[in-house]
């Protein structure tokens, strides 16, 4: 009888979420209402103030927004390196709220790649260590870290570099290095910080280049950028102003290459 009853449950759960996965197949992440505010001493400053925002697996996003509106407020919640004070939050169909530090963790690990504007690679470490050091998180052992991080070096064309230390590295190819080790993890969204924030625009468009082909074979992008050139090469521009989200449009992509 008991037997019974668990099986009738998991019946249910099933076809539930069947049909939770068949609507929302599509869907990368779904924010509502987020809010997010600061302590200042005795007051707060109240950065998101209702945000809604719906992507869709594939896309390439750029928010866009000027120096201090919330952008990388608002990538550092979708990243999970911060939390909403208010709102909901679901990423690839699981509820992004009080997660332990350990399960949110699993989660960064597995659905998420982070680029930075100032690349935060280890010193210490040559390329190819760089690539590696997160698959050590994910348990993988030393041969199967090599092994995947020199096929990640190999793609953003830098296998022959892997030795290097990042000193040794121009701007260019420090961010395809830490693009290398952010899509090593195989994570099911790319977030960029203002990736091409401290390259000339050569190299900016060279790196935009490359995030347009991983967006081509399907990868799902977020790139803040105050720069308009930049954003006009994602598929979207989603634009923040005091707090909340002010435009958001599907635009014609500008390739990057013919910029060069
Ligand atoms: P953006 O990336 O658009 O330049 P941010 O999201 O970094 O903007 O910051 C938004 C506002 O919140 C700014 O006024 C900034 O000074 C403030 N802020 C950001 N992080 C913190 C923090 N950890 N503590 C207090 N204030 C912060
Ligand atoms: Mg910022």
């Known amino acids: 009888m008991?037997?019974?009853f668990e099986q009738n449950c998991n019946n249910i759960r099933h076809t539930s979420s069947y049909r939770y996965h068949k609507k929302n197949?599509?869907?990368?992440?779904?924010?509502?209402?987020?809010?997010?505010?600061?302590?200042?001493?005795?007051?707060?400053?109240?950065?998101?103030?209702?945000?809604?925002?719906?992507?869709?697996?594939?896309e390439m996003v750029a928010i866009m927004g000027s120096s201090g509106s919330g952008?990388?407020?608002?990538?550092?919640?979708?990243?999970?390196?911060?939390?909403?004070?208010?709102?909901?939050?679901?990423?690839?169909?699981?509820?992004?709220?009080?997660?332990?530090?350990k399960k949110?963790?699993?989660?960064?690990?597995?659905?998420?790649?982070f680029i930075f504007q100032s690349f935060n690679l280890i010193n210490y470490k040559n390329a190819l260590e760089n690539v590696a050091l997160p698959l050590?998180?994910?348990?993988?052992?030393?041969?199967?870290?090599?092994?995947?991080?020199?096929?990640?070096?190999?793609?953003?064309?830098?296998?022959?570099?892997?030795?290097?230390?990042?000193?040794?590295?121009?701007g260019g190819q420090k961010q395809r290095v830490a693009i290398a080790r952010a899509l090593a993890s195989e994570p099911k969204l790319l977030l960029a910080d203002e990736p091409t924030g401290a390259l000339d625009s050569n190299t900016s468009y060279d790196i935009m280049a490359f995030l347009q082909q991983l967006n081509d074979e399907g990868k799902t992008i977020l790139i803040v950028t105050h720069e308009?050139?930049?954003?006009?090469?994602?598929k979207r521009i989603v634009r923040l102003k005091d707090g909340i989200i002010l435009e958001d449009n599907f635009v014609k992509q500008v390739r990057a290459t013919t910029n060069v």
Request: with cysteine.
């Open 104 to 113: 949110a963790a699993v989660y960064r690990n597995k659905f998420l790649g």
């Open 136 to 170: 050590y998180y994910q348990g993988l052992n030393r041969r199967k870290r090599q092994e995947k991080a020199k096929f990640h070096l190999q793609k953003v064309g830098l296998l022959d570099w892997a030795t290097h230390l990042p000193s040794e590295l121009s």
């Open 25 to 58: 197949k599509k869907r990368m992440l779904k924010i509502q209402k987020l809010h997010k505010s600061y302590p200042i001493g005795d007051s707060s400053l109240h950065v998101l103030k209702g945000i809604d925002l719906s992507v869709e697996k594939g």
């Open 2 to 4: 008991i037997y019974f």
């Open 228 to 234: 308009k050139d930049i954003a006009a090469m994602c």
């Open 71 to 101: 952008k990388s407020t608002l990538l550092n919640i979708i990243g999970m390196l911060d939390e909403a004070d208010e709102g909901n939050y679901i990423l690839d169909e699981v509820p992004i709220k009080n997660l332990t530090e």
